[in-house]
C-alpha cells in the first residue's frame, strides 16, 4: 500500500478540485495542539524525521490514481489531474526533541494548495502519535530521577510500527535501552531483556531455571524471581549467584505485587548474601506515577522496564491537534468556529528564558532575549540538512527540560507555562476577524 493513499478521502477530494479550479498559489498550513491533555506540564516535539522522509520522497502514481477512483467510484480518467503530484513545498519546523505548549507550530508548510493539503492526514498522524508517546516517556525520565529505563512496551502497542516509534521515542527522551530487538538494531538503542515466566514454569524447579540460563548466558544475568514467591525466588537467585560466582552487573527482577515493600525485602536478602552489587529491576504495569511513587518513598530499586501505559500514552492516548490553513496566495485566513478559532499568517515561536514563549508571525523580530524554535527543514521538496540524530534530539530534550519551570515537571498536578500572542499577531488576528465577520454579515 503507498502511503500516499494512506490519507482521508476528503483529502483527495478537495485536492482534486483545487487542481480543477487552478487553485496552485502557495498555501501555509500550521500544525499544532490547541490544548495540553491532563497531566501535562508540556509536550516533547516528535515525529519529524519520519515526517520529512514521507514528505521526500510523496509522488502521486497510476497505481494510487487507482485506488483513490476505486475509493471515490468513479472511472479513473476523473483523477489524472493528480498523477504526479509531488511535494515541492517548504517545512519550517520544531526541532524532535525540544519542548513545546499549547497553541504553539509544531510544524507549517507552505506549498502549491493541492500539495498541502493532500499531505495534511499522514502529518497529523505522524506527529500527534509521536508527540504523545515522546511526552508520556520524557515525564518517566523525570520521575525516575536519573535511574534507568528501559522500553519494554512493544507486545503492548497498538501494532509493531507503533513499537518501533515506542522505542525510537523512548531513547530520544533517556532511556537506557528496549527489549525491541528491530528498534535496537535499526536506531542503535542498546538491547535488554531477561526471562518470561514461562520459561520458569517449563523447569522442575526455579533454581533449575535460573541455573540453565546462567549456562547459556554466562555474562551478567537478571533473573525474574516472581513466577511463585517472591521471597523464596529472591533466596534461590541469591544462592544461584553465589554458587556461581557472579555478582556485579547481575540483577533480579520484581514485576507484580507491592514493588516497594518487595525491592525493600529483596534488597535485604541480597545484601545479607554478600551481593551487594546485585541489583534490583522493577516491571510489571508502571509508568510515570508509579515509578514516581516508588522514588519518593525510598524503594530500593536501581532500574525501571515500562511498557504497556507508556508506548500507548495510556492516560493521554491522543493530542488535540489541527493542521490549519493560515495563508492562502498571500492572503491571511483563520477559522471562526467557537472554541475552534484559529490565528492567521504564518509563525514563528520565540522562546524566552523561563519558557516566557511568543507566538508571533513568521517575519518577526526575536523579543530581546529570545529564539526562535520553528527553523527551515526543507526547501523545494529537498531536505535543507542531514537527517537529525538522536543523540542531537536527546541533547536539546536535555537543555530544555533544565530550562523548563519546577511547576511544570511536576509528576502530579503540572502547571504548563502559557505562551501569549505577540502585538503584531494579535493586531492581524483583529483585522484578518473583522473582515470575515463584515462578509458573513453582509446580505
Known amino acids: 500500500m503507498s502511503e500516499v493513499t494512506t490519507t482521508d478521502l476528503y483529502e483527495v477530494t478537495m485536492a482534486l478540485s483545487y487542481l480543477r479550479e487552478d487553485m496552485r498559489a502557495p498555501a501555509t498550513f500550521s500544525l499544532f495542539v490547541r490544548d495540553l491533555p491532563p497531566g501535562r506540564g508540556f509536550l516533547v516535539a516528535a515525529g519529524l524525521e519520519p515526517a520529512l522522509d514521507y514528505l521526500s520522497r510523496f509522488r502521486v502514481g497510476r497505481a494510487d490514481l487507482q485506488e483513490f477512483a476505486q475509493a471515490l467510484r468513479r472511472p479513473v480518467e476523473d483523477l489524472e489531474p493528480l498523477h504526479g503530484l509531488s511535494f ?32 495534511e492526514t499522514y502529518l497529523l498522524t505522524l506527529l500527534c502519535h509521536q508527540t504523545a508517546v515522546a511526552s508520556k516517556a520524557a515525564r518517566c525520565v523525570l520521575a525516575a530521577g536519573g535511574r534507568p529505563l528501559v522500553d519494554f512496551s512493544l507486545r503492548r502497542t497498538h501494532g509493531p510500527r507503533s513499537g518501533m516509534q515506542a522505542a525510537r521515542l523512548c531513547a530520544l527522551v533517556g532511556f537506557a535501552g528496549t527489549s525491541n530487538v528491530a528498534a535496537a538494531t535499526r536506531y542503535g538503542i542498546p538491547a535488554a531483556g531477561t526471562m518470561a515466566h514461562s520459561y520458569v514454569e517449563a ?22 524471581v516472581d513466577t511463585y514467591d517472591t521471597d523464596r525466588g529472591v533466596a534461590t537467585a541469591a544462592r544461584v549467584l553465589t554458587d556461581l560466582g557472579l555478582g556485579p552487573g547481575c540483577a533480579v527482577r520484581l514485576d507484580s505485587g507491592d514493588l516497594g515493600v518487595l525491592a525493600h525485602r ?12 546485585v541489583q534490583i529491576i522493577a516491571s510489571g504495569g508502571l509508568d510515570e506515577y508509579g515509578v514516581d511513587r516508588l522514588v519518593r518513598d525510598g524503594a530500593p530499586i536501581d532500574a525501571y522496564a515500562v511498557g504497556t501505559k507508556v508506548g500507548t500514552a495510556a492516560d493521554a492516548p491522543y493530542l488535540d491537534a489541527a493542521y490549519k490553513l493560515v495563508e492562502y496566495d498571500g492572503r491571511p485566513v483563520m477559522k471562526l468556529s467557537s472554541a475552534k478559532v484559529t490565528a492567521p499568517g504564518p509563525k514563528q515561536v520565540f522562546r524566552g528564558v523561563g519558557f516566557r514563549d511568543v507566538i508571533a508571525l513568521a517575519n518577526e523580530e526575536p523579543p530581546d532575549g529570545s529564539r526562535p524554535l520553528l527553523r527551515t527543514v526543507m526547501r523545494g521538496g529537498l531536505r535543507t540538512e542531514p537527517p537529525d ?55
Request: cysteine-free.
Open 203 to 224: 523447569f522442575a524447579s526455579e533454581e533449575e531455571a535460573f541455573r540453565a540460563f546462567a549456562r547459556t548466558h554466562p555474562g551478567p544475568v537478571t533473573f525474574l
Open 389 to 443: 540524530t538522536l543523540e542531537a534530539a536527546r541533547a536539546r530534550f536535555e537543555a530544555d527540560v533544565e530550562a523548563l519551570p519546577e511547576e511544570a515537571r511536576r509528576i502530579e498536578d503540572p502547571v504548563p507555562p502559557l505562551p501569549v500572542a505577540s502585538t503584531r499577531l494579535s493586531a492581524l488576528t483583529a483585522v484578518v476577524r473583522h473582515r470575515l465577520e463584515t462578509r458573513t454579515r453582509a446580505p
Open 266 to 277: 529483596a534488597r535485604t536478602a541480597l545484601d545479607a548474601a554478600g551481593l551487594g552489587d
Open 88 to 119: 515541492d513545498g517548504q517545512v519550517r519546523a520544531v526541532p524532535e526533541g525540544r519542548l513545546v505548549l499549547a497553541g504553539e507550530p509544531l510544524l507549517e508548510v507552505t506549498a502549491p494548495l493541492p500539495q498541502a493539503q493532500l499531505v
